[in-house]
């Protein structure tokens, strides 16, 4: 076990080093960064003094290793138009947005956990069929499409919810819907097909024989193993649901990191952009890493090796 | 519950599944007994019904399956008419069961311990205490070294001769009248298959259990049956004690099982292992005439027709046209 963990751990590691490389390097080669901040109508020497100011007239790899030197220290740099450290900006931001992702996430595996079950309980029954159409119909819907029909009819015909922000609960229940009716299908199809595979297992038979009662025998025997590989898609759903909490969080009005990372972009605000790349990822490498270790949990097979 | 009856009573046991093609009648009324500490081998080979005859006294059918039957009682009740409630009761408790592989048999996310401790607690929920003990104590009757270690492992840490041990510890947990034991020796090496076949007599007879026990190998049928039930087609072909069966087996499939047999004797050295020509019935559909016919070296014009019944000579039964007239004209 301390060597799997071990392992991937060192496997992250060399993930988030590899996304700070390619988010560094692609955020320079979209363009001219100095001529951006400095704006078209701005004087070659002005460029020239805002690349100096920068470091940005450095060789690409002096400059990684500088910013890399810099967020090792915990120095993400300062924002072009807060005035703010980028630091307090994501420390200010990302809890919203994780705080939503965590809400969708656990609103898609409250309904999806128990619909995928009850599927496989009667494959191809009327429940069956009816939860199918469901999971492919919110599978298709382009989300911030969802967010928008959801705010015209919650928002504006029935008037019962408000549609922009984040100040109190009322404000996260349609962000939270649209991420839930997003996330869902993966989550209920795998149940289903995980269970479908469990509740025909041999050790569901003994289970049976053994006189055990129903439910023990599907949530205890079955769902126990058909939730191995739900563990480890639903904590790789979470970094999808905060990937894509740009669109999301600019549909809905909210604050969070997404909203920031789409702000900085339009202005340019480079050393927001690039601590946003990091955080993302650092945090993509971090779900990954919790859902090896869930998974090395739940499988004993998996915990010795 | 009487004392002297049998501790499982079958009669006209049917069970048919749906098939696209029709309804499959995988068992076909069939009857037999099993006595107090007797052991009763149901023989045949893959599809003939064996394995659905057993799964059919406990209702652990596979979902769409009907059965029904004439009785069918455990100690005296009737299992036909009892809640499924009952049955679980039953499952586990005053009936064990031990499947084929023990590898898929058992739960690979959950350790023995909590295994066999389950059945503990379900059945003997004042006693719930007891269950680690019990299962220890279990463990080291079906002969499994360090008991205690294996509580905390899991069934991928032990070979297949131990887990099939584990399995059949987990069937012995609430000191269950009967054991059920479904080809338990058959996915395991030719070694360990007589020491699991030793232990299940051994055990058999340390707790006075019944036992009956499923199995393609007439081989296995021989070292512990008391009494031999040959199925074919669905339906009981044979039924005699061990010592007729094996003195003089009457149907023609039965003795063409015995041919089937590799021998150790020097006369047979050298010469080609006897097979039965042909292969199994369908079960689709209507029965007439004797499911065996068509692979039969005796069948005559008699055999075509109407259903053939079960004959019987002093307790040993036969379905053939011939059977009893070919014993008594010798």
Request: charged share 20%; glycine share 8%; proline share 5%.
């Amino acid at each position: 076990m301390a060597r799997y963990v071990v392992r991937q751990l060192m496997l992250s590691l060399a993930v988030m080093v590899a996304v700070s490389i390619v988010g560094f390097v692609l955020l320079r080669a979209s363009g001219d960064l100095a001529l951006r901040i400095a704006g078209p109508e701005a004087l070659a020497d002005d460029v020239e003094r805002i690349r100096v100011a920068y470091g940005l007239d450095k060789s690409l790899i002096l400059q990684y290793l500088d910013w890399a030197w810099r967020v090792l220290h915990g120095d993400l740099g300062r924002s072009l138009f807060f005035p703010e450290e980028v630091s307090t900006l994501i420390a200010q931001r990302l809890p919203i947005t994780l705080g939503l992702g965590a809400l969708g996430l656990g609103a898609a595996i409250l309904i999806g956990l128990p619909l995928g079950t009850l599927s496989a309980l009667w494959p191809n029954g009327i429940l069956d069929r009816a939860v199918l159409a469901v999971a492919v119909l919110g599978q298709a819907m382009p989300p911030f499409w969802l967010g928008l029909l959801l705010i015209i009819f919650f928002g504006l015909t029935l008037n019962i919810l408000p549609v922009s922000g984040a100040e109190s609960w009322r404000h996260l229940v349609l962000p939270t819907l649209v991420l839930a009716i997003a996330t869902m299908p993966t989550i209920l199809r795998l149940t289903r097909s995980g269970m479908i595979d469990a509740l025909r297992a041999d050790y569901i038979r003994t289970a049976k024989a053994k006189g055990l009662n129903p439910f023990t025998v599907v949530v205890k025997h079955a769902l126990r193993n058909a939730l191995i590989p739900i563990v480890a898609i639903a904590a790789v759903q979470m970094g999808a649901l905060v990937g894509g909490s740009v669109v999301l969080e600019t549909v809905f009005g909210i604050q969070g990191l997404g909203y920031l990372s789409w702000e900085s972009i339009n202005r340019a605000d480079f050393p927001v952009v690039q601590a946003n790349v990091l955080v993302l990822g650092v945090i993509y490498c971090i779900l990954t890493f919790v859902s090896d270790l869930l998974h090395a949990f739940l499988d004993p097979r998996l915990r010795e090796q | 519950m009487s004392d002297t009856g049998p501790v499982l009573s079958v009669r006209d046991l049917t069970v048919s599944l749906p098939h696209r093609m029709g309804r499959v009648h995988a068992v076909r009324e069939i009857s037999f007994d099993v006595g107090r500490g007797e052991t009763v081998c149901i023989v045949g080979e893959s599809g003939c019904g064996k394995s659905m005859s057993a799964m059919a006294i406990l209702n652990l059918l596979p979902r769409g399956a009907v059965r029904n039957a004439a009785r069918l009682s455990f100690l005296g009740e009737d299992l036909l008419s009892a809640k499924e409630k009952r049955l679980r009761e039953i499952r586990g408790d005053r009936i064990g069961v031990i499947f084929q592989e023990p590898l898929t048999a058992l739960n690979p996310s959950l350790t023995i311990g909590e295994q066999l401790m389950e059945v503990y607690r379900r059945h003997r929920p004042s006693r719930q205490g007891q269950a680690r003990e019990r299962a220890v104590e279990m463990l080291g009757q079906v002969g499994i070294p360090s008991p205690e270690e294996r509580m905390t492992q899991y069934p991928h840490h032990l070979s297949g001769g131990l887990r099939q041990r584990a399995v059949i510890a987990m069937a012995l947990m609430c000191e269950p009248a009967m054991i059920i034991a479904d080809e338990p020796t058959t996915a395991l090496d030719v070694t360990i298959q007589a020491q699991i076949l030793r232990l299940l007599i051994d055990l058999k007879n340390r707790f006075g259990l019944s036992l009956l026990l499923i199995t393609h190998d007439l081989a296995v049928a021989s070292r512990v049956a008391d009494r031999i039930v040959v199925m074919y087609g669905g339906q009981v072909v044979e039924d005699a004690t061990t010592q007729a069966f094996f003195n003089r087996p009457m149907h023609p499939y039965a003795r063409g099982l015995l041919g089937c047999l590799p021998s150790l004797d020097p006369e047979t050295k050298g010469k080609p292992l006897q097979v039965i020509p042909g292969t199994v019935p369908s079960l689709i559909g209507d029965l007439t005439g004797c499911t065996f016919r068509e692979r039969c070296t005796q069948a005559g014009p008699e055999c075509d027709e109407g259903i053939i019944p079960l004959r019987s000579l002093d307790g040993h039964r036969v379905r053939c046209v011939r059977a009893f007239g070919e014993a008594l004209s010798r």
